[in-house]
């Protein structure tokens, strides 16, 4: 991509970012689909759909966390923010976040346009002073800020609130409001004290900001949580909110009476999106200040909600300097581990620096954490659903479609595309694949980023079906005629593996990439259209064919789950015996090999389990082996092209 991007008249012009990632905080699973994740596939598939497109991130490194940090390890906060920035870096390239461009909030152009917007919020006098009172630690000599403050909730009793909103209920919070509050630093509890402040006017801004999001909601693509969310918060009514505090490390408040403080982190980290985008570019105010021209997404998680739709909007709104507001706002729920939370502290969940050493590649987490993705629902990440996902999914279903088509090419044809002459039941399969193309495109224009990767897994599904019924391997060693039917089914499969790799770009960069290369698909191939079409014409070469997956074993995947299940806190855990796999290492088998694999083992289970209930072995032992013995069933299921999914069992009817 040519740099800097920029907004252009008459074309789509698309600006994404993702919630700024506090600097501090290593993100794990969650972390990353939430935000970074969710919007690089959103952005990838803008790029492919040839829209004009920005996508930038960066940390968000003000606020007492990182002074916090900065003591505990005997460095400045700047050396801190440092530091941290280049974990956060490392860990998206390795996750392969395609960033246009990563920044940062500790920049002069952070202090100059956050500086601005307050000078024209305090002169339209949308700002308000107020004398507060804060809870303060003794024993820490600080103002304690809203994180570092934990207790019972006010509204719901949850004990592990925060001091500025619970996670349970998801109610505002001031941390003087908190019962038995406690320092997150020194568990001591703190004092109260006063303090003065300033605040953003948000019931004189209300009117004008509800109007706005009315706008937004019916013509932007919100999802329903932000929307109820922004909604409960309207309909509660709209209180000023602080804006300063008495933080050293942070964007300097410009007003006398007000220069011993900085302003707050939710007034100030959303700025970030502007900032980092200026220091991309010098001409910045073409993507933030073309309302007309540029369709601006947001990404994040549910709690960051409000911030983006209510208080961000009511400071541009305020400011009146015809700033880009947001017109979608994409909310993912929260990702679980296992059957609870991630916890750095107890050595729970996998964090982005840990993933790259369980051997596991990178586009198998994006594709996993991405059919997991908690979109109407909370979700949680589950070893086994991994390796269940990876073994069927990936290996028997997706990679085992592409590898058959190209290897039949390879094999039967001399590694050159052969002639097609179409039947009904071909154009049937063609029509089925476009339809598939119409959702997945339907879909991903309204950021459905779960419901178009189905799309992608159906079109292989439907490609193993159409190979099993078809048998071109038969078919070669027959007559003319049937000859010419087994070039037609490799030439159909084999462009229909083309346009997989290109509708897998957004989600598995790499494996598309792979098979691109593999079936040396010209440029010009490479880019989705909304209809099916030919991309690889009769007698085009393609290259060497290898399989694109690797089987993840039991034993691996148990010795995994008990590392990342408390255990690693207490000792350095070593890279589990298993060496990351690349991604062009064989499986055992594949295609009809793979297939008659997978009946044998079928039956030995099956057998060893006929075994076990003829011994009246003990039940949670039979148990084990039963599922064992389903989740073999479900691989062949999907190896032979057929639903995965047992069918529905019909009950008698009542008379």
């Known amino acids: 991509r040519l740099h800097p991007i920029l907004p252009v008249e008459g074309e789509k012009n698309v600006l994404i970012t993702s919630a700024l990632p506090y600097v501090n905080n290593v993100p794990h699973l969650g972390n990353i689909i939430g935000s970074v994740l969710s919007a690089d596939v959103f952005a990838r598939y803008c790029r492919l759909r040839n829209w004009n497109t920005l996508y930038i991130c960066g940390t968000d490194e003000y606020g007492t966390a990182t002074e916090t940090k900065a003591m505990e390890e005997g460095l400045t906060p700047q050396q801190i923010c440092d530091k941290y920035n280049a974990v956060h870096t490392a860990i998206y390239q390795w996750f392969d976040i395609s960033f246009d461009f990563f920044g940062r909030t500790t920049t002069q152009h952070q202090t100059t346009i956050a500086q601005d917007i307050f000078h024209r919020l305090l002169k339209r006098d949308f700002l308000l002073t107020d004398t507060v009172e804060q809870l303060r630690c003794e024993t820490c000599q600080r103002f304690l800020a809203d994180r570092f403050v934990e207790g019972t909730c006010p509204f719901c009793n949850y004990e592990e609130a925060r001091g500025d909103q619970c996670d349970k209920c998801g109610k505002l919070i001031n941390a003087v409001e908190l019962k038995k509050p406690q320092c997150k630093v020194c568990k001591k509890s703190p004092v109260k004290k006063s303090s003065k402040h300033l605040f953003l006017d948000l019931p004189k801004l209300e009117k004008r900001l509800e109007q706005w999001l009315e706008k937004s909601f019916s013509s932007g693509d919100w999802t329903s949580n932000a929307r109820f969310i922004t909604r409960s918060w309207i309909r509660d009514g709209l209180k000023p909110r ?35 985008t200026a220091n991309y570019t010098d001409q910045w105010e073409k993507w933030w200040k073309s309302t007309q021209q540029v369709q601006l997404y947001h990404f994040m998680a549910k709690d960051n909600v409000p911030f983006h739709s209510v208080i961000f909007p009511s ?86 479609f592409v590898n058959r088509a190209g290897m039949f090419v390879q094999k039967f044809f001399n590694g050159c595309v052969p002639e097609m002459e179409l039947l009904s039941e071909d154009k049937r399969l063609l029509a089925q694949v476009a339809a598939e193309l119409q959702q997945y495109n339907q879909h991903l224009e309204k950021v459905r980023i779960r419901d178009a ?83 690889l014409q009769s007698g085009h070469q393609i290259g060497n064919v290898s399989p694109l997956f690797q089987k993840l074993e039991n034993d691996q995947i148990e010795s995994l789950r008990k590392r990342f299940g408390g255990g690693q806190v207490k000792t350095e855990s070593k890279a589990p015996p298993c060496q990351e796999a690349p991604l062009k290492e064989a499986p055992k088998a594949s295609g009809p090999e793979r297939v008659k694999e997978l009946m044998q083992e079928v039956e030995k289970q099956g057998n060893l389990v006929r075994e076990l209930k003829g011994k009246k072995a003990e039940k949670s032992t039979i148990d084990t082996e039963v599922q064992k013995l389903l989740a073999l069933k479900k691989e062949l299921a999907l190896a032979e092209g057929k639903s995965p999914d047992p069918p529905a069992q019909k009950g008698k009817k009542k008379k």
């Open 315 to 400: 400071c541009l709104l305020g400011a009146e300097d015809n700033y880009t507001l947001v017109n979608h706002i994409i909310a993912t729920e929260y990702l679980n581990y296992e059957d609870g939370k991630f916890s750095k502290s107890r050595g729970v969940g996998v964090f982005g620096d840990m993933a790259k050493d369980t051997g596991i590649p990178a586009d198998i987490w994006r594709f996993y954490l991405l059919y997991v993705r908690p979109e109407g629902q909370d979700s949680a990440f589950s070893w086994s659903d991994l390796m269940l996902k990876n073994n069927s999914e990936l290996l028997n279903n997706l990679g085992n």
């Open 242 to 276: 602080c804006i300063t505090r008495d933080l050293k490390w942070g964007t300097p408040v410009p007003l006398d009476g007000f220069r011993d403080k900085v302003f707050y982190v939710w007034f100030d980290a959303p700025i970030g999106y502007i900032s980092i």
């Open 453 to 535: 990767l189905r799309c992608i897994l159906n079109i292989s599904r439907h490609g193993n079906q159409y190979i099993q019924v078809n048998e071109p391997w038969k078919c070669i060693k027959g007559n003319q005629q049937e000859q010419k039917r087994a070039g037609t089914v490799t030439g159909v499969a084999v462009n229909m593996a083309a346009l997989l790799s290109v509708m897998l770009h957004p989600y598995m960069p790499t494996v598309s990439g792979l098979i691109q290369e593999q079936l040396l698909m010209p440029q010009e191939s490479k880019v989705l259209t909304t209809d099916f079409c030919c991309r």
